[in-house]
C-alpha cells in the first residue's frame, strides 16, 4: 500500500527517530522516498537514547535513502532547523512533536505528517470487548499465552497457546501502546466473530497536517 509518491522527500525530528514507529511506516511502504536527517537532530537522537536511535537510522536506510543536512544557522532550536531544512528542500517534516506542529505555521509551504494522527488512521480499531478472529501462530512469552497478528498489531491470547495453528475467536481486554508498536490482550471467546478492518485513510490519501509557531 503506497500513499506517497516515490520522489517524495522527508525531514525527520529527534522525535519521530525516537518513537520508532517511523520504521514500520517506510518498511511498509506508507512512505517512500529520501530521508533528510540534520546532524542537529542525529546529536539528539544519540543523546537521548544511548545508541538505539542510531541503531533505527541504519535500519531505515535498509528502506530509503538518507542524507545528513549540516545545520548552518548556529545556536537554532531543533524545531526550527527540522522546518528550515523541510522549506530549503521542499519536503514533508515526519514528526512526533506537538512543538514541531505549533510553530509549523510560520512555514506554509511545509507539510507535517504527524505520526500519532497518521497511526489513528491506519491502525484497526481495537476497542474493550470487541470480538474478533486471529490466527494463533505461537506461544507468547506465558505457557498458556497464545499469539497472532492483525494488520501487524501483535495480539496476545490467553489461554490461547492450546489453539496453536487455528484461527479462534478472541475478546479484546485492552490494548497497550508501546515504543516498538501496540499490544493487544485478549481472552478466548467462542461466540461468533467479526473481522478487523482498519480505518479507511483520509480523503486523498494524505495524513492531517496539524501547524501552529514562531517566526523565522
Known sequence: ????????????????????????????????????????????????????????????????????????????IEEICVLKTAEKRKAKVVTASNEVCRL???YPQVRIIDIRDLYRTLMPIFTPNKLISVRVLKRGLHANEGVGY????????????????????VRVATMLLTETGNLVFCTVDNRPAETVIPNQPRENNQPKNETNGIPR
Open 1 to 76: 500500500m503506497i500513499l506517497f509518491k516515490r520522489e517524495d522527500r522527508y525531514v525527520l525530528d529527534s522525535s519521530s527517530i525516537i518513537d520508532g514507529r517511523v520504521i514500520h511506516l517506510f518498511e511498509k511502504k506508507f512512505l517512500e522516498g529520501k530521508i533528510f536527517i540534520p546532524l542537529l537532530v542525529k546529536s539528539i537522537v544519540k543523546k537521548l537514547t544511548e545508541g538505539k536511535g542510531e541503531r533505527d537510522i541504519h535500519i531505515l536506510k535498509r528502506n530509503a535513502p538518507i542524507e545528513f543536512v549540516i545545520d548552518k544557522s548556529n545556536g537554532s
Open 104 to 106: 509549523a505555521k510560520f
Open 150 to 169: 492483525i494488520e501487524g498489531v501483535k495480539i496476545i491470547i490467553e489461554n490461547g497457546a492450546k489453539f496453536l495453528n487455528q484461527t479462534v475467536n
